[in-house]
């Protein structure tokens, strides 16, 4: 009798505990999803305006705790492999991708700058170009450092990373800020991994499209970790109403498979009374106010996307402390000076000629001046203050409003 009751005493004791085990699975399983859904939504939309409150810009601030550990979630080895092909990962409909994360580590941020190896440059002629990088090095740190960083260390360390392209042999790190050059970087990655004999003939559909180059975040933690405290970080940046321009015209006054269905009628059914049935059926004709009303409407039809999105916002310059800064402005300079450093093959130069569009003229101060005609003095300075920080951290002078 004794023995019965035991055996059920047992039996009812790991019932118990079993059915706890199911309730508390189940809850953190729908507590990750609730988190992960937060976090793509804020990353999709992105629709609040960033500012340094005057306060702030008078005296300095600490806007962020960059002192103190991150917690980062951990991804498991079995998520994603460290040597696995770029884009094999799995995607849901919506294009996010699965993974499966272990116990949060601690990061700190804001992460260490690598010393430049000049050892391999020996002309006299980049005097002028190291002296510049030092320079502009020097005033992102010091931004950063007086306004305690402006981005969020609670992001997924995953996120952060997602759009630094690498590049194993040299050792190298290369943030895409698009319409900053970024396809004729891609194309010196490409040959630099031993993927093609030339820049100069590497179509665009095979640069954005060929998924031939990995990205920091299609490594395991332990890849992310070791090459960003130990390869060569690089971003290059442009006037971000120059580069806001560029993708404008890039997009919208060119036929486009997926800016126009996708972006173009969501803005002309929002911002365009009146809109024939033929735009709102093919959502081609955007005008450029139109799209500034997008841009700066914190209701947006359709979120942001990445040929617009600020810097602050793809690089986090302020965490990751970038080793080498390059400017649209003078980008072939700068591009063949970082080639110098990071010991790449003499013959192999920096790319001038324009990826797509050719005949179109470039988008410079004077084409963006045009488009700016179409706004209001008050409309103008809504958009300088939405990349207000990518002009502040990058030293960038304010633009004619």
């Known amino acids: 009798m004794k023995a019965k009751q035991v055996f059920f005493s047992v039996l009812l004791f790991g019932t118990a ?78 294009g996010a991708k699965i993974r499966v994360f272990q116990k949060p580590i601690l990061m700190y941020w804001p992460l260490a700058t690598q010393p430049l190896n000049k050892s391999s440059v020996q002309d006299n002629k980049w005097k002028k170009a190291e002296a510049t990088q030092e320079k502009r090095r020097s005033f992102l740190r010091e931004f950063c450092k007086k306004y305690g960083g402006v981005n969020d260390p609670k992001s997924n360390l995953f996120h952060i990373v997602s759009r630094i392209y690498v590049e194993d042999k040299h050792k190298i790190l290369y943030c895409e800020v698009p319409k900053a050059g970024c396809s004729n970087w891609k194309r010196i990655l490409m040959v630099l991994n031993g993927l093609a004999s030339s820049a100069y003939n590497i179509s665009h559909d095979t640069v954005h499209y060929g998924k031939h180059l990995k990205t920091l975040d299609s490594f395991d933690l332990k890849g992310v970790h070791m090459r960003l405290n130990t390869y060569t970080k690089a971003v290059f940046v442009r006037d971000p109403m120059e580069r806001l321009v560029s993708a404008f015209r890039d997009k919208f006054e060119h036929p486009n498979s997926y800016y126009h269905p996708v972006f173009g009628k969501a803005i002309i059914k929002k911002y365009r009374p009146n809109a024939t049935a033929k735009a709102l059926n093919n959502g081609s004709g955007v005008k450029f106010k139109e799209f500034a009303y997008y841009l700066l409407d914190a209701q947006r039809p359709v979120g942001m996307d990445i040929h617009w999105e600020r810097v602050s916002k793809l690089c986090y310059p302020c965490l990751i402390n970038y080793d080498f800064v390059g400017k649209f402005e003078t980008l072939e300079e700068d591009a063949n000076y970082f080639l110098q450093l990071i010991g790449a093959p003499k013959e192999l130069k920096f790319p001038n000629f324009k990826d797509r569009h050719s005949s179109d003229e470039r988008t410079s101060a004077h084409v963006v001046r045009q488009y700016l005609k179409d706004l209001s003095a008050a409309e103008r300075q809504l958009i300088y203050n939405f990349y207000h920080l990518d002009y502040l951290m990058f030293n960038y002078t304010t633009p004619h409003l």
């Open 17 to 94: 505990g079993l059915l706890l085990f199911m309730y508390l699975q189940a809850w953190v399983e729908e507590h990750h999803a609730v988190t992960t859904g937060k976090i793509q939504k804020q990353s999709a939309n992105q629709n609040s305006e960033v500012h340094i409150p005057e306060d702030l810009k008078k005296k300095g601030g600490n806007l962020l705790d960059l002192g103190r550990p991150t917690r980062v979630l951990r991804k498991s080895s079995h998520s994603q492999r460290e040597n696995r092909a770029p884009g094999s990962s799995t995607e849901t409909n919506q």
